[in-house]
C-alpha cells in the first residue's frame, strides 16, 4: 500500500505538472465564471483552472498523512497476543525502515483505518476528478462550445458520423461512483465486526486493489484530457459578451465613485442590464 500511494502522489503531481503549465499560457484568456451554472464574473482560464491544484494538493496532503500511519511495524503481534519467541521488534522496525512498532497486539490484528484512509483519500480524489471531467464535458458541449478535446480522448457514435462524445471524461464520472462504493463496502465490512481478526477481513484485499488500479486509471486519463484540448476563444469572448459578465464591476464602480450604497449600486446596475437586453446592447455599448 506504500508503493500503490507513492505512484498516486507521483501522479497527481503529473496533473499538477499539466495545469501549471495550461495556466502559464492562458494568464490573459478571460472566460465568464459560472455560478449555478450560469454565466458570472469574468475570470482569468488560469484562475478557473488553478482551482484544481488547490484540489490536488489536499488530495497529496491526504496521501501523505496515510503514508505516514503506514510506517507502524506489526511484525510481532502474531494471531492476537503476541509471541514466545525472541523477537526484538525495534531491530526488525529499524530493518524494515518502519517508524515504531505498533502498540497493541490486539488492535493490529484487527485494524483496518489504514485501509478506509487510504479508500478516503482515493475517493475524495476521484471526486475532484470526476468534478474536473465533468468541466471539460460540459465546456466541450454544443450548448457551451468553450474547448474542443482531441480525437484520442472521445470516441464516434454508433450510427451518427459527425458525433465526437467525450467518452473519457465521462467514465471517469463512472469510476467515481465505484470508488465512492468500494469505500462504503468496506465501512459496511468493518462495522459490526468483534476484536480481533475474523475472516470478513480477507474481503479488504479486492476493494484495495480494484481501488488502486482505478484511480491510476483516472488519472493517466485526466492528464491524457489535459494534453491535446483547444480553448475556443472566440466563443468564450462570445459568451462574456452576451452575459454581462461586467455588471458587477460597474455596481463597484458606482459604489468607489458616486458613493452608491452596494444595496441601491446593485439594483440600479440590474435597471441598467435589464435596459440593455431590451435595446440588445451589450453594456460597455450604452451611452
Not at 507521483?10 to 495556466?23: D, G, P, T, Y
Not at 454544443?142 to 458520423?161: H, Q, R
Not at 452576451?242 to 452608491?260: F, G, H, I, K, M
Amino acid at each position: 500500500m506504500i508503493e500503490a500511494t507513492n505512484d498516486i502522489i507521483k501522479e497527481i503531481n503529473s496533473n499538477i505538472s499539466s495545469i501549471l503549465k495550461i495556466a502559464e499560457k492562458n494568464i490573459f484568456t478571460i472566460m465568464p465564471s459560472f455560478t449555478h451554472l450560469k454565466n458570472a464574473q469574468p475570470i482569468s482560464f488560469a484562475h478557473y483552472i488553478l482551482a484544481y491544484v488547490e484540489m490536488f494538493q489536499r488530495d497529496k496532503k491526504r496521501f501523505l498523512n496515510n503514508r505516514e500511519a503506514l510506517m507502524e511495524n506489526p511484525l510481532g503481534v502474531a494471531a492476537i497476543a503476541g509471541t514466545s519467541f525472541d523477537i526484538d521488534r525495534e531491530y526488525t522496525t529499524k530493518k524494515l525502515k518502519f517508524k515504531k512498532p505498533t502498540g497493541n497486539s490486539i488492535d493490529t490484528v484487527s485494524d483496518r483505518d489504514f485501509v478506509l484512509d487510504f479508500l478516503y483519500s482515493i475517493s475524495v480524489c476521484s471526486n475532484h476528478i470526476s468534478r474536473f471531467a465533468e468541466e471539460f464535458i460540459l465546456w466541450n458541449s454544443d450548448a457551451f462550445d468553450l474547448i474542443k478535446l482531441k480525437d484520442k480522448v472521445v470516441t464516434g457514435s454508433s450510427i451518427m458520423p459527425q458525433k465526437k462524445n467525450p467518452d473519457a471524461a465521462e467514465l471517469i464520472r463512472a469510476k467515481a461512483a465505484i470508488v465512492i462504493s468500494n469505500l462504503n463496502g468496506m465501512l459496511n465490512l468493518i462495522k459490526s465486526l468483534p476484536l480481533a481478526y475474523s475472516k470478513d477481513l480477507q474481503e479488504d484485499k479486492k476493494l484495495v486493489t480494484s481501488t488502486s488500479e482505478t484511480i491510476h486509471l483516472c488519472l493517466d486519463c485526466i492528464i491524457e484530457i489535459l494534453k491535446g484540448f483547444k480553448i475556443n476563444k472566440k466563443n468564450i469572448d462570445l459568451a462574456l459578451k452576451r452575459s454581462y459578465a461586467n455588471a458587477t464591476e460597474l455596481a463597484d464602480w458606482l459604489v468607489q465613485n458616486l458613493d452608491y450604497s452596494f444595496r441601491d449600486a446593485h439594483t440600479l446596475t440590474a435597471k441598467i442590464v435589464n435596459f440593455a437586453e431590451k435595446k440588445r446592447l451589450n453594456l460597455n455599448e450604452l451611452k
